[in-house]
T-cell receptor
Framework: DADVTQTPRNRITKTGKRIMLECSQT?????MYWYRQDPGLGLRLIYY???????NKGEISDGYSVSRQAQAKFSLSLESAIPNQTALYFC???????????????FGPGTRLTVL | QKEVEQDPGPLSVPEGAIVSLNCTYS??????FMWYRQYSRKGPELLMY????GNKEDGRFTAQVDKSSKYISLFIRDSQPSDSATYLC?????????FGKGNQVVVIP
């Protein structure tokens, strides 16, 4: 089955460490997204990419960077992790084009990140 | 004012009851209205999608949109324990989605 996968699924790290979360998809979608989910705050967009050469900041990009290595791969990095980056992180993909196809986003299983 | 407001309070109902969830939004430019369902330890998945005012039914689920009031609702009839999940509203426009905070729904057998 075409899918969205994330690695690692769980990660505990210390303040100041650099970490990378990876996302791969076999759906053939052009668009990829990174969100974080916090209790009481919902899903917030960190970065999104319309294709390999088109990367955009979302509403909460400070402290994060991304790399779109290929159409199927989109990684999120925390250059120097801090405790308030403790959250559940989701990668998502969607089609592009007319008619609002981007509205159906397919989410990966999430990475639970804890920064001590 | 946040783009999408969804009261995140948990909701517990007995099996067979009607579940009613709602969101308000502030930006009239949003054209697409969705409900995503998220089971525990899973990513969200699209449940309902509409782009016009009125009602859309899919089995036991009804999505309702009132563009004049900027108000969207989701109704679940004959609720089942398998409906226990978090439900997030989402509004789409300008190539992006804005999500509500989500409501955790528990259906008690």
């Amino acid at each position: 089955d075409a899918d969205v996968t994330q690695t690692p699924r769980n990660r505990i790290t210390k303040t100041g460490k650099r970490i990378m979360l990876e996302c791969s998809q076999t759906k053939g979608h052009d668009r990829m997204y990174w969100y974080r989910q916090d209790p009481g705050l919902g899903l917030r967009l960190i970065y999104y990419s319309f294709d390999v050469k088109d990367i955009n900041k979302g509403e909460i990009s400070d402290g994060y960077s991304v790399s779109r290595q290929a159409q199927a791969k989109f990684s999120l990095s925390l250059e120097s992790a801090i405790p308030n980056q403790t959250a559940l992180y989701f990668c998502a993909t969607s089609l592009s084009g007319e008619g609002g196809h981007y509205n159906e986003q397919f989410f990966g299983p999430g990475t639970r990140l804890t920064v001590l | 004012q946040k783009e999408v407001e969804q009261d995140p309070g948990p909701l517990s109902v007995p099996e067979g009851a009607i579940v009613s969830l709602n969101c308000t939004y502030s930006n009239s430019a949003f054209q697409y209205f969705m409900w995503y369902r998220q089971y525990s330890r899973k990513g969200p998945e699209l449940l309902m999608y509409t782009y016009s005012s009125g009602n859309k039914e899919d089995g036991r689920f009804t999505a309702q949109v009132d563009k004049s009031s900027k108000y969207i609702s989701l109704f679940i009839r004959d609720s089942q324990p398998s409906d226990s999940a978090t439900y997030l509203c989402a509004i789409g426009g300008n190539n992006r989605l804005a999500f509500g905070k989500g409501n955790q729904v528990v259906v008690i057998p």
